[in-house]
T-cell receptor, first 116, second 109 residues
Framework: GAVVSQHPSRVICKSGTSVKIECRSLDFQATTMFWYRQFPKQSLMLMAT?????????EQGVEKDKFLINHASLTLSTLTVTSAHPEDSSFYICSARVGWATETQYFGPGTRLLVL | GQNIDQPTEMTATEGAIVQINCTYQ??????LFWYQQHAGEAPTFLSYNVLDGLEEKGRFSSFLSRSKGYSYLLLKELQMKDSASYLCAVSDSNYQLIWGAGTKLIIKP
């Protein structure tokens, strides 16, 4: 099946530092990757959609200068949380879609970020 | 606006059957997904319905009625490992996934 990996799985950082999260599709080429954030006991919130080789499309209310997304290849997307603050502490999950439109999204295992 | 409704929490007994409902109002429809999410983990794909009717996959079945804007996920022969949140998501006219808040299913022995 389609496997998506994320690294790191867990990260603790100091306030003001930047954190990079990698999302890789291991056995398929992902035309589109998605980044979600999930706070405890809440549903997934889409942050941005990225297509390989083009700029990411951010959802309303998500600061593109704070959450930098790079989708340099069909198998790798990165999310960098710049100048992280405690309120950025959350579960960050990426997903990848094989084809266009109706294809299923396959999720990575998620990255738990704690900002002290 | 776009809206996905599903119950917040349900409780069922091991070995029994449970039905989790999902109603939706979206701008366009390009299919409905069900995902399972265990606590602290990412969602995993369960099913996809785009035509009316019942899709059966082992102990899990998913039903869709597009005219009613309604779907359900049916879980049979419940096992303790089925304790999880079940997320309903609809692909709208722009092929964006609109997510429900999830239904937390608690299985009791």
């Amino acid at each position: 099946g389609a496997v998506v990996s994320q690294h790191p799985s867990r990260v603790i950082c100091k306030s003001g530092t930047s954190v990079k999260i990698e999302c890789r599709s291991l056995d398929f080429q992902a035309t589109t990757m998605f980044w979600y954030r999930q706070f405890p006991k809440q549903s997934l919130m889409l942050m941005a959609t990225s297509n390989e080789g083009s700029k990411a499309t951010y959802e309303q209310g998500v600061e593109k200068d704070k959450f930098l997304i790079n989708h340099a290849s069909l198998t790798l997307s990165t999310l960098t949380v710049t100048s992280a603050h405690p309120e950025d502490s959350s579960f960050y999950i990426c997903s990848a879609r094989v084809g266009w439109a109706t294809e299923t999204q396959y999720f990575g295992p998620g990255t738990r970020l704690l900002v002290l | 606006g776009q809206n996905i409704d599903q119950p917040t929490e349900m409780t069922a007994t091991e070995g029994a059957i449970v039905q989790i409902n999902c109603t939706y109002q979206t701008s366009g429809f390009n299919g409905l997904f069900w995902y399972q999410q265990h606590a602290g983990e990412a969602p995993t794909f369960l099913s996809y319905n785009v035509l009316d009717g019942l899709e059966e996959k082992g102990r899990f079945s998913s039903f869709l009625s597009r005219s009613k804007g309604y779907s359900y996920l049916l879980l049979k022969e419940l096992q303790m490992k089925d304790s999880a949140s079940y997320l309903c998501a609809v692909s709208d006219s722009n092929y964006q996934l609109i997510w429900g808040a999830g239904t937390k299913l608690i299985i009791k022995p």
